[in-house]
């Protein structure tokens, strides 16, 4: 493998980086904005990745497509605003009669060729895998009420777990594991899904990532938005977590009330009484009480109570009802300390349950299901009105491998809180209900009795097949199994449908089979793998042990033949007559034939016994929904898997791109911010085990001053200027830096008026068009309605008559109405002109800073203006440089796009890191 330094390489400007493989993949292609020199030619590209709309890395694309027709990955904002920068650029070429390198047409080929992705998204070949990160903000997903399962064991809202925390996840052999997570929070973009599984529901963004199954065995990320009824996501089929024994806080007690005893651990005993208290009691200041139909069960709990508490509960009937009443303010003390006071809709598993060992927790479960739960005809259920609980619940179960349904109903009860929903659970599945009878259990006389009832009825039941299902697999088991040729086809195993112990036909015809079904296969696989593997063809002397040979893969006389190059009457009178003749060529076709049929299946068949042993199942989608939502959504940043368990389902995370190619994970990061501005959040790269890691060095060797101090310095300039009856022009890139700009000024609250010209309108306006993209949408929707659109040079003309702030394109002064701005004003020492960033060396605002001249086509004035400059860039500085490739710790670095690349390469190399500062039109080997 190779890496092309075709531009950008100790320069600030036409960046272009190739990576030459059996895939040559293309990190952006720009343009020297000030010359119009376009990078080195390519010879050869497959794939073109764009990481963001400016000129100098999307500003000589359309030249490609004039020789190539690679397909273009980027996100659909940035082709938007690619399309309008490379429109300008060419209107600029004119203007500045720079070199014309593309037309209309070669933009509109361009167009043909692009891919959307979104961050977190990742795109398999059969050569290389990308990931696709965030380098400056965070799209929020999930919405505050979804549920995540913790590696305390707790299980909470997303909206109220810590920032920094512990979750479990799944790791890459689809089993849960923990790992430590980073919560973050945005607006809602308005629109949201509420995605309704088999068993669960998600409310997510449209942008939010699950994950599914492909026909490769392969985890997919699908984006919410794209799934359709009836597709696959990935859900939990259980939760490998088992916690410890739980002490108790001790209450502080009332001297005057009845005196009990209070346990020091939380014991199954307790966590029962607590489960049956959630579904049917009742606590005041004074009095704790248990309801129940059945006096067995009344009794029951009276029992508890003494052995664990030493009280003296007492029991009285009421109409159908028997009530349990313990009079202790210190009980009541006790159970309002687990959090147990709350009403019905609220109501919520206490912790201490929720971080016990599982033999405490089947104690709990069976408490609430002997006070809420019940027996249908071909299930077991039960309903609350708290949707928390039922959900807890759900997730609770799983930690046995109970596969429970979650549905939601609107009450018909005539209770104060009639006019919530109630939610119901489930367990309709065989295997779940056996596993429920002997785990968990009733205390309940009569539900424990048609318990047992139901699990000897539902052992015929064909429901299993139809839950625990693994979706896309037909045509795999076809390639891995059947016999007949077919042209194209890989050698396979050649197994006879006869040899299965399943029915097979209806899995190649599409019908997903179950898990057992799946394990019955893959044993036989397994097994016919085995047998070819153990072949020891150093002791085969004769045909007729090539013939039993022939008869384990299946092999046949005809093809044995042909690819031996001789007749099947041949093969067929060596075998009859056991003789030698053209034996050793024999015994070498056939061993190729074995090893190719092992190198075709074996990984497969190990990736299928990774998934039937996994702790995931294949959900199926019933209903999807898009529905208002104005809130905030939250995301977790996962830093191992990049995945969590919200609600049951397994959800991705949002997230530079990441290369994996021949084993070499190559992460790309240019133009990136680790800071949150007022426009975008910080980027969140969780790139791991990256083996070079090619980075921007444009503030290598400078901090950036505090963001806050410089925008209050930059906002009193421009009071100032007003102030003097002077106007303000703000020259600004038209992507991203026009509104970062507006949302500044929105923040001090100015009395004076702001106009905004040029591209930086048309360009905030399609930022605006996808608010998941950033931090504050609907404050920069009302900053943009707030100010004056200048359309035309009349305008422009007017309003110079007047004190005011003008935020305008170029940010360089390359062209745009900036520089008309300059011409009306540069004689005017009251007026201002304020620069926000960057300027490149030898443009005309790079030469206005350093010499007060303004330096254009036709022009050379002597401007009186006031000059400034002001650092907003959106570029990481020197230490968030060096933070960020320590955190990465790659095995290389190659520092690019930046005029000190050399001494940054050789500071990082003091440090430790095989860093180099290559030239453009270097050739980097990597082995």
């Not at 349904?405 to 939610?423: A, D, G, I, Q």
């Not at 990256?690 to 001053?705: C, F, G, Q, R, W």
């Not at 702030?805 to 390359?814: D, N």
């Not at 006031?866 to 650092?871: A, E, L, R, S, W």
Request: charged content about 30%; overall charge positive; glycine content about 6%.
């Amino acid at each position: 493998m190779k890496i092309k330094c075709l531009g950008g390489f100790r320069e600030v400007g036409k960046n272009a980086v190739l990576i030459e493989s059996k895939e040559n993949v293309l990190f952006d292609y720009g343009i020297e904005v000030e010359t119009g020199k376009l990078p080195l030619p390519l010879k050869k590209v497959d794939m073109v990745i764009l990481s963001h709309a400016h000129l100098d890395h999307s500003g000589s694309i359309p030249v490609i497509y004039r020789k190539f027709r690679p397909p273009i990955y980027s996100t659909i904002a940035t082709f938007e605003l690619s399309h309008l920068l490379l429109k300008d650029s060419m209107k600029v070429a004119r203007y500045r009669r720079l070199p014309k390198h593309f037309g209309k047409n070669d933009i509109k080929k361009m167009k043909r060729y692009e891919v959307k992705v979104t961050y977190g998204q990742r795109i398999d070949s059969e050569n290389f895998s990308l990931d696709i990160f965030d380098a400056g903000h965070i799209p929020g997903c999930l919405t505050g009420d979804t549920l995540i399962q913790m590696a305390s064991g707790d299980i909470e809202f997303i909206s109220n777990i810590a920032r920094k925390s512990n979750v479990l996840c799944i790791n890459k052999s689809g089993k849960t594991s923990k790992s430590s997570a980073l919560l973050w929070r945005k607006k809602s973009p308005g629109k949201i899904y509420l995605i309704k599984t088999r068993t669960s529901e998600i409310l997510a963004t449209k942008d939010h990532n699950l994950f599914t199954l492909d026909n490769n065995l392969r985890l997919k990320h699908i984006k919410v938005g794209d799934l359709k009824i009836g597709d696959f996501i990935i859900s939990v089929k259980r939760i490998n977590f088992n916690g410890n024994i739980q002490k108790i806080t001790k209450i502080p007690k009332s001297k005057r009330a009845l005196k009990i005893k209070t346990p020091k651990t939380a014991t199954p005993e307790l966590c029962q009484l607590l489960g049956y208290f959630v579904g049917d009691g009742h606590v005041s200041n004074k009095k704790v009480s248990f309801f129940d139909e059945n006096l067995k069960v009344i009794r029951n709990y009276q029992n508890l109570l003494k052995s664990i508490f030493e009280v003296k509960p007492l029991i009285k009937k009421v109409k159908n009802c028997y009530i349990l009443n313990v009079f202790s303010r210190n009980l009541a003390k006790f159970f309002i300390s687990m959090n147990l006071r709350k009403k019905s809709p609220k109501c919520e598993i206490p912790k201490i349950v929720l971080r016990s060992p599982n033999k405490h927790i089947a104690r709990f479960i069976k408490g609430l299901f002997d006070a809420e739960g019940y027996i249908l005809k071909d299930c077991i259920g039960i309903t609350t009105f708290s949707k928390k609980l039922i959900l807890q619940l759900k997730l609770l179960l799983l930690r046995f491998g109970i596969t429970s349904h979650f549905r939601t109903k609107m009450s018909k009860s005539k209770l104060v809180f009639s006019k919530n929903k109630c939610y119901t659970l489930l367990i309709w599945d065989p295997k779940s209900i056996r596993i429920f009878k002997e785990k968990i259990g009733f205390s309940h006389p009569v539900k424990n009795k048609k318990l047992r009832i139901l699990s000897k009825k539902v052992g015929k039941s064909r429901r299993k097949s139809k839950i625990d299902i693994f979706p896309n697999i037909s045509n795999l088991l076809r390639e891995l199994c059947e016999t007949y040729k077919k042209k194209g086809r890989k050698l396979n195993l050649r197994i006879s449908r006869d040899e299965f112990p399943v029915t097979i036909k209806h899995f190649y015809e599409g019908h997903p089979p179950s898990r057992e079904s799946l394990d019955k296969i893959v044993k036989l696989l397994e097994t016919k793998l085995h047998r070819l593997e153990s072949i020891n063809f150093s002791i085969i002397d004769c045909w007729s042990k090539i013939k039993k040979v022939r008869e384990i893969i299946n092999l046949g006389q005809t093809e044995l033949a042909k690819r031996m190059g001789i007749s099947p009457a041949a093969v067929s009178k060596y075998e009859k007559n056991n003789n030698k003749k053209n034996l050793d060529l024999a015994i070498r076709t056939i061993e190729k034939i074995r090893d190719k049929i092992i190198e075709n299946t074996k990984s497969r068949v190990q990736l299928l016994r990774i998934l039937i042993n996994s702790d995931i199942f294949f959900d199926k989608i019933v209903d999807i929904k898009e529905i208002r939502y104005n809130g905030f959504v939250y995301d977790l940043e996962v830093n191992q898997h990049h995945n969590f368990i919200a609600n049951g389902v397994v959800s991705h995370n949002s997230m530079a791109p990441l290369l994996e190619i021949e084993n070499k994970k190559i992460l790309y990061v240019c133009d990136f911010n680790l800071n949150s501005t007022r426009l975008l959040n910080g980027a969140r790269i969780n790139a791991k085990d990256v083996d070079i890691l090619i980075i921007e060095s444009t503030y290598a060797m400078k901090n950036h001053p505090p963001r806050r101090e410089t925008e209050k310095k930059f906002f009193e300039i421009i009071e100032e200027t007003i102030a003097n009856e002077g106007i303000a022009v703000i020259p600004c890139f038209a992507v991203g830096r026009s509104a970062e700009v507006l949302m500044i000024l929105d923040s001090f609250n100015p009395d004076f008026p702001i106009y905004l010209d040029g591209m930086s309108k048309t360009a905030t306006e399609i930022t605006l068009k996808y608010p998941e993209f950033l931090r504050d949408a609907r404050t920069l929707k009302r900053v943009l309605n707030n100010v004056t659109q200048v359309w035309n040079g009349r305008l422009r003309k007017k309003i110079v008559k007047e004190p005011c702030a003008i935020v305008a394109s170029s940010g360089m002064l390359e062209g745009g109405p900036s520089v008309s701005y300059i011409k009306y004003l540069y004689n005017h020492p009251e007026s201002s002109v304020i620069f926000t960033g960057f300027l490149i060396p030898r443009t005309a605002g790079r030469r206005l800073v350093e010499t007060g001249r303004f330096v254009t086509e036709g022009f050379d004035l002597k401007i009186k203006m006031g000059i400034y400059q002001f650092d907003l860039s959106a570029h990481s500085g020197r230490d968030d440089l060096f933070n960020f490739v320590n955190k990465i710790n790659p095995e290389k670095v190659i520092c690019l796009h930046g005029d000190h690349c050399e001494t940054f390469a050789k500071e990082l190399k003091e440090k430790g890191f095989d860093a180099i500062a290559p030239k453009n039109g270097d050739i980097i080997d990597i082995d």
